[in-house]
């Protein structure tokens, strides 16, 4: 605060008001977009959006930026077209450039089993009006040149899922773009400011304890990818999620050189070079459960054995940072959205290696679940209920990262 330009604009309020109609827990891009759709879609900007760190310090910042919506269930397709079609007018909404570009998304099979799944997600996505379709090597070639196609390798390439929609967008404008247009309606957004306790009463929740005192709250939401067990069981909440880190790193810039977004499940890698040059790659989640954001050294010489494979040229690059997020992982791939058995308390959690694409769908439906009381259509599916009824949406087979 203080010499930021923006600041100006900001109706900000340094002290926490003792209550509030709606609380948000995590100042993330989701949290954010919450806030932001209930200022504008329903009118409601008595809020409080609190996180223990900083704005968008946690998995917004540490995402590799992919957006697309070639998933594999109807229902995981629809979710994720919706969030495509909200990035890509984003920059005009919240009057920021959010550098959202339409790279194309390749998913390279190197197996039968792979290509079947392709061949599975293709058919969905055009059923669903998403644009995915089965290429072969030559086509991959053809509109990649840089990738190495060649059979003398241990894992020929055999095609690709390819999904011209498949786009990389700028996380940290994305998050600031949804704070600034919330903040300027009113909506406060306190950092550092870390929720102990959740208040519960008779099944419903009614604020929460947090290092700078009580607050009373209407009705509260949960978006705090990478520590949702731990939030929700404030809330007396057990959730089927279990917490992985997932690195990535970034190399030197260099001039453009790959346009696309490429993926391979098999080899566990996915890279894409960003707006500046860098080549932003990751790899498969750690093996093992671990609530720890440090980087190893196993991860980045298992991720550039394979890189070399399809992208030789990558042996003269330098990595220049390297980073971990952490991954709450649900046992179906999806997300867990919507109301909970506690009244007032809403959550949107689950997101494992697939969070930030959903930033603008999330806002928009969680923020109707959340005036409304009711699960929004698109949402049902992915309601915390469905762990009972074993009625799961599996979108293991379109994760992009290895598990
Ligand atoms: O879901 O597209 C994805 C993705 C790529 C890297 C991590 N998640």
């Not at 919706?82 to 009057?95: H, I, K, M, W, Y």
């Not at 339409?102 to 058919?123: I, K, M, Q, S, V």
């Not at 196993?298 to 399809?310: G, P, T």
């Not at 506690?342 to 806002?363: C, H, L, Q, R």
Request: aromatic share 8%; hydrophobic share 40%; proline share 5%.
């Amino acid at each position: 605060k203080g010499d930021h330009a923006a600041d100006a604009h900001f109706h900000w309020t340094p002290d926490l008001k003792p209550a509030y109609d709606v609380v948000i827990i995590g100042a993330g891009g989701h949290g954010l977009a919450v806030a932001y759709y209930l200022a504008t879609r329903h009118g409601i900007t008595n809020i409080a959006v609190l996180d223990k760190g900083w704005l968008a310090g946690g998995n917004t910042a540490r995402n590799t930026t992919i957006v697309r919506a070639n998933y594999l269930t109807p229902e995981g397709v629809a979710f994720y077209k919706e969030s495509v079609n909200l990035f890509r007018s984003l920059s005009n909404e919240l009057d920021i450039n959010v550098m959202y570009t339409e790279r194309g998304h390749f998913t390279l099979a190197h197996t039968d089993a792979a290509l079947n799944t392709a061949r599975w997600r293709a058919e969905v996505n055009t059923h669903m009006g998403v644009a995915s379709e089965v290429i072969g090597p030559d086509e991959i070639k053809r509109l990649c040149p840089t990738l190495n196609v060649s059979d003398d390798v241990h894992m020929p390439v055999l095609g690709a899922l390819y999904h011209p929609p498949g786009a990389i967008a700028r996380h940290d404008a994305v998050a600031w773009g949804y704070a600034k247009e919330a903040m300027r309606r009113g909506v406060e957004v306190h950092t550092q400011t870390a929720v102990n306790k959740i208040l519960v009463e008779n099944g419903r929740a009614i604020g929460v304890e947090t290092n700078r005192g009580t607050i009373h709250a209407g009705r509260i939401v949960q978006a705090v990818a990478g520590s949702s067990s731990v939030v929700a069981s404030m809330a007396g909440l057990k959730l089927p999620i279990r917490t992985i880190p997932l690195q990535a790193c970034v190399s030197e810039p260099v001039k453009p050189i790959l346009d696309q977004i490429v993926v391979s499940g098999s080899l566990h890698v996915y890279i894409s070079q960003s707006a500046r040059g860098e080549m932003v790659m990751g790899g498969a989640t750690d093996a093992y459960g671990l609530y720890s954001t440090r980087s190893t050294l196993d991860f980045k010489e298992s991720l550039m054995a394979h890189m070399l494979e399809l992208f030789p040229f990558m042996g003269e690059l330098k990595v220049l940072r390297q980073w971990a997020g952490m991954a709450d992982m649900t046992p179906d791939f999806s997300p867990v959205m919507g109301l909970t058995p506690i009244e007032n308390y809403f959550i949107d959690a689950g997101w494992g290696t697939w969070g930030f694409k959903a930033t603008p769908v999330s806002g928009v439906r969680m923020a109707e679940c959340v005036a409304t009381g009711r699960q929004p259509d698109l949402l049902k599916p992915f309601a915390l209920d469905r762990f009972r009824s074993f009625d799961l949406v599996g979108e293991k087979g379109a994760a992009s990262v290895g598990h």
